[in-house]
Every structure is written in C-alpha cells, then in structure tokens.
C-alpha cells in the first residue's frame, strides 16, 4: 500500500514538473510573440512620428531660425534736405549731374512756378550707400543755402536674417512635397500635395521678392532732395528777362488799344449821325445868322 502511493506520488510530481515546463514554454512562445509584435509596433509608431515631424517642419516656417547675426548690419538709409538757391534750374541740373558722376539716379522731380515766378520742386534720388553722406556733405558745401537736413536709418538685419532662415526651410519643405508627389499612390493624395505644394511655392516667391526689395534698399540710399529759389534772386532775374520782348509786347498792345479807340469814336458817330447830322446843321445855321446880324450892327 505504501509503494502504491509513492508510485502514485512520483507520478503526480512528474506531471506537475512537465505542466509547469510546458507553461513555462508557452509563455516563454507568448513573450517572443509579443517582443516582435511591440518592435513591429515601434517600427510602426517611430515611423508615423517620422511622418509627423516630417509635416510638422514643412507646416513651421521658423524651423530653421537662427539668431547668428552678420556684424554687418544692414541698415536703410534715408535723407531729406531743404535748401535754398538763386537759380532753380542751374541747381537742379548740377545735383542730377553730382547725383548720376556717383552710379545713382533719379527717381523723381518736379518743380513749379509761383506767382512772382519764383521757381520750387523736389527730387528723390537713390545713391549707392557708400555715397549717401558724402552726397550730402557735398550739398551742404556748395554756394546754396541749406535750411533743414534730416537723416534716419532702418536696421533690417535681423528682419533679413529670419527671412533666409524661413526660406530655407520652404526650400526644404519643397523638396519633401516634390518627393512626396512621386511617392503619392492615388488621385486624392496626389491632389493634395500638389496643393500644398502650390502654397509653399507661392510664399516662396513672397519671400524672395521681399528679399531682394530690402537688399535693394540696402544697397541704395534714398535722399529727398526739397529746392526753392530765392525770392529776391527771382524777382530781380523776371524784371531782366525778355526786356526787347516785352516791349515789342507792349508796342503792339499800344497800337491796338489807339485803333479800338478810332474804331469806336467812327462808330459812334456814324452811328448817331441821323441825329447828330440835323442838329450839326441847325447849330451852324444859327451861328451864320449870329454872325450876319453882328455885321448889320
């Protein structure tokens, strides 16, 4: 009886030792099952971020804004100056010349005559940078008077700097788009990239033309440039002008005013000679009686 229980015992713990090694398998198969199924997740998720990061840079323009300045500023300049001449047009011509011997130009000028033909205008020239105070240093010399002068400045550098940046990063987001295009595997998504692509495109060229506008105002310096004549100067140069002319003018005008006057008087009296004429006649018949009767007496 006692053997038949160890027997019966032995038994039993072989089929606990064989359950527990087949659990301990199982589990072991379930484990590795689950290690690849997570690493396939991960693949999957670290992909879908990949994805994400990938649109989330090509949505932010700034992603690859940076904060190291040129120490070369780029500044904007502009100037206004007020002066006074003695001949407008000598003026102008000579600050056109100075202006066009230093590679800038005129971007505009107009001038008008007052009354006492006083001349006064403005112009707006654009010089080279290098060029823009000693412009007006030349200005401030020369035989005119200067009334007013005023110069500022616009330091753009850091507008320019994160201009590049976030073109740089449409740039990027252009290439991926372009790649995504050829990847695109239907209609629909194929649409919607090229939509995208049109928008980043389009800021793109926003960009750049910003880009050159404000390195063209670097490079070119704006200077107003306000002209008026003297008003003594202009009133002695008008009563010397045209001196012959003016007195044929008035010769002419002389002659006509004598030959309306003549012209006139004709009139009047032909016109008024049915009533001028009988009177003319009693009146002289009278007088020849008055002086028939005087001689009598």
């Given at each position: 009886m006692s053997k038949l229980r160890l027997i019966l015992a032995l038994f039993g713990l072989v089929f606990v030792i064989l359950g527990c090694s087949n659990q301990d398998q199982s589990t072991e198969s379930r484990a590795l099952s689950m290690d690849g199924g997570t690493e396939d997740s991960y693949k999957a998720v670290s992909n879908m971020k990949?994805?994400?990061m990938?649109?989330?840079?090509?949505?932010?323009?700034g992603a690859l804004l940076t904060t190291d300045f040129s120490s070369d500023r780029m500044v904007i300049h502009h100037g206004n100056i007020l002066i006074e001449v003695n001949d407008y047009l000598k003026a102008r011509n000579e600050i056109q010349g100075k202006v066009k011997s230093i590679g800038g130009y005129v971007v505009e000028s107009y001038y008008h005559e007052g009354i006492d033909g006083q001349l006064n205008g403005s112009m707006i020239v654009r010089v080279p940078k290098g060029d823009f105070q000693p412009l007006l240093e030349h200005l401030a010399?020369?035989?005119?008077?200067?009334?007013?002068q005023q110069t500022s400045g616009n330091d753009v550098t850091e507008e320019f700097v994160d201009l590049e940046s976030r073109l740089k990063a449409k740039r990027v987001?252009?290439?991926?788009?372009?790649?995504?295009?050829?990847k695109a595997d239907n209609t629909e998504?194929?649409?919607?990239?090229?939509?995208?692509?049109?928008?980043?495109?389009?800021?793109?060229?926003?960009?750049?033309g910003r880009k050159q506008y404000i390195e063209n105002q670097v490079e070119f310096s704006t200077v107003s440039i306000h002209i008026q004549e003297n008003s003594l100067s202009a009133t002695i140069q008008g009563e010397n002008l045209n001196t012959w002319e003016r007195a044929q003018k008035l010769f002419i005008e002389t002659i006509n005013a004598m030959i309306r006057v003549s012209s006139g008087i004709v009139v009047f009296f032909v016109g008024l000679s049915p009533i001028l004429l009988p009177i003319a006649l009693f009146i002289g018949a009278f007088l020849l009686f008055m002086k028939k009767r005087k001689n009598r007496s």
């Open positions: 990949e994805m994400d990938e649109m989330e840079m090509a949505a932010d323009d010399t020369q035989q005119w008077k200067v009334i007013e987001v252009e290439e991926r788009l372009l790649g995504f295009m050829d998504n194929l649409l919607k990239i090229s939509n995208e692509l049109a928008t980043v495109q389009a800021e793109i060229e926003q960009m750049l």
